[in-house]
């Protein structure tokens, strides 16, 4: 871990108690660790690269300097079942972030459960990590960020993107531009969530889903499972209308492109 407190970073609403480093292996572990030992809500670790950034179901994040990689410490007084529900505020900040640093050519979409795409293409993923306590509420939650601006890995299973490619360079799209518009749209998103629940949350990320009402394949842990998106259920689980008509729920797993 290199460079704790030596960038000029950019101006954060007062809200966020900001940490910033050159390099880090992962700012989730950075983010877990000051969690543990304390740390208040809103503390939020940012690294212009990370030696082992970590995404989803155990794979690799790709982390080289350009783009993006937050984690941020939240301490919502609320049961561990709804920390899902966060992940699509997240979702929903960096969309609208996208939407305000980028030219209007860009189309933001989300893919279940908190992926972000850009002209259908994935340019952010968010990566949940939580702890709760006996009784079963949320002792804390690192809501870890990646957002691909300047660079995007090649040959993932799902295609990837990212903004400058996109065309935004003319705009000179910067992490740090991102940065903020990003904490500023966090804010109004969980202040929503705060104020009236996940409905409106799940409305807006509904409004722009890919391939809600369409046929997809689930893939789980262990097996797959196709039928059509039909809705969220009030955690953020997608409701999976079966062959049968019946419809099931299905808390993890990877949406792919259904047969
Ligand atoms: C995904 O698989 O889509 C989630 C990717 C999350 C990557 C971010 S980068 C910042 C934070 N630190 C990590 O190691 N991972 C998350």
Redesign the pocket.
Known sequence: MTGAGTETPPILPPAFNPVFFDKV?????VAKGLAEKGAADGTLVW?RE?T??????G?D?A?PPGNL???LVLRPDCPLTAAPQLGFATALAIGHAIGSVCPPLIAVTYKWP??VLVNDR?A????LESKADASGALEWLVI???ANVASHPEGTVFPATDLHFEGSLESEVTVEALLGAFCRQLLTWVNSWLDDGFAPLKRAWLGHAHRLGERVTLRLADREMSGIFRDLDENGALLLELDDGSVTTVTAAEVSYGA
């Open positions: 292996d992962s700012t989730n572990e690294a990370q082992k950034g970590r995404g989803r179901r794979k994040w982390s990689y937050l984690s908190n992926d994935k952010a993923g968010i990566l870890g960020v990646g």
